[in-house]
């Protein structure tokens, strides 16, 4: 196995770890929310972030967001329509941007928590 392979599997385990760690994050919030330790700010906006930021899902199946990129059965659909595999540097900035994106989520769900908490 070449670098690029092991620099795409190091980054989708991080990336399964992260999708865990903002999922427990945000069940800790619901919790804290339902047990009336922390305060839902006023607004179905405020109350999508608390509640929407991690959807339910099936084990296996990636959650959708914004910020992260869905391929969709790619494998199958790039055969069915001819187009080229992505090159291993790809795979690794769609990755990286995937990583990125989760590591925003979880900060910006680290702040909200916090800043429930203190009041």
Request: aromatic residues 4%; proline residues 3%.
């Given at each position: 196995?070449?670098?690029?392979?092991?620099?795409?599997?190091?980054?989708?385990?991080?990336?399964?770890?992260?999708?865990?760690?903002?999922?427990?994050?945000?069940?800790?919030?619901?919790?804290?929310?339902?047990?009336?330790?922390?305060?839902?700010?006023?607004?179905?906006?405020?109350?999508?972030?608390?509640?929407?930021?991690?959807?339910?899902?099936?084990?296996?199946?990636?959650p959708e967001h914004k910020d992260i990129l869905?391929?969709?059965?790619?494998?199958?659909?790039?055969?069915?329509?001819?187009?080229?595999?992505?090159?291993?540097?790809?795979?690794?900035?769609?990755?990286?941007?995937?990583?990125?994106?989760?590591?925003?989520?979880?900060?910006?769900?680290?702040?909200?928590?916090?800043?429930?908490?203190?009041?």
């Amino acid at each position: 196995m070449d670098l690029l392979h092991k620099q795409i599997l190091v980054l989708s385990n991080k990336i399964d770890a992260l999708y865990q760690i903002v999922e427990q994050l945000n069940q800790k919030v619901s919790q804290a929310l339902a047990e009336g330790r922390i305060k839902a700010a006023a607004g179905a906006a405020n109350e999508q972030v608390v509640r929407g930021t991690v959807p339910a899902r099936a084990p296996g199946v990636m959650p959708e967001h914004k910020d992260i990129l869905v391929d969709d059965d790619y494998s199958h659909s790039r055969y069915l329509s001819g187009d080229r595999p992505l090159s291993a540097e790809v795979q690794i900035q769609r990755l990286t941007a995937q990583l990125t994106a989760a590591y925003n989520q979880i900060a910006a769900l680290e702040e909200q928590l916090l800043s429930r908490h203190t009041h």
